[in-house]
Nanobody
Framework: VQLQASGGGLVQAGGSLRLTCAASTRLFSINVMGWYRQAPGKQRDLVASITSGGSTNYSDSVKDRFTISRDNTKNTAYLQMNSLKPEDTAVYYC???????????WGKGTLVTVSS
């Protein structure tokens, strides 16, 4: 499985961006897709995840501002980011977990920069 992330860019504080993660193949029916981010000098942390059944999970820092969704027919996940803050600046990585094997797949990151 290859993951292609897109949608990053430069935005002012308070603005919005939408990230897209497209998988190259049809995904196994039971899986999780998620977004992680890594700021310079920091570890990669989970931002949000969504199961194939639609259950979501968010980090406390993005709750009520970010929304994760997915379209299983297109093997695609989205991250709508609103009310962006400078501390949201990071490289965002798309992640897919095949729950049959526990295998993690990662896409190349997309840079999000929020200016103050």
């Amino acid at each position: 499985v290859q993951l292609q992330a897109s949608g990053g860019g430069l935005v002012q504080a308070g603005g919005s961006l939408r990230l897209t993660c497209a998988a190259s193949t049809r995904l196994f029916s039971i899986n999780v897709m998620g977004w992680y981010r890594q700021a310079p000098g920091k570890q990669r942390d989970l931002v949000a995840s969504i199961t194939s059944g639609g259950s979501t999970n968010y980090s406390d820092s993005v709750k009520d501002r970010f929304t994760i969704s997915r379209d299983n027919t297109k093997n695609t996940a989205y991250l709508q980011m609103n009310s962006l803050k400078p501390e949201d600046t990071a490289v965002y990585y798309c992640n897919h977990v095949d729950l049959r094997s526990g295998t993690h797949y990662w896409g190349k990151g997309t840079l999000v920069t929020v200016s103050s």
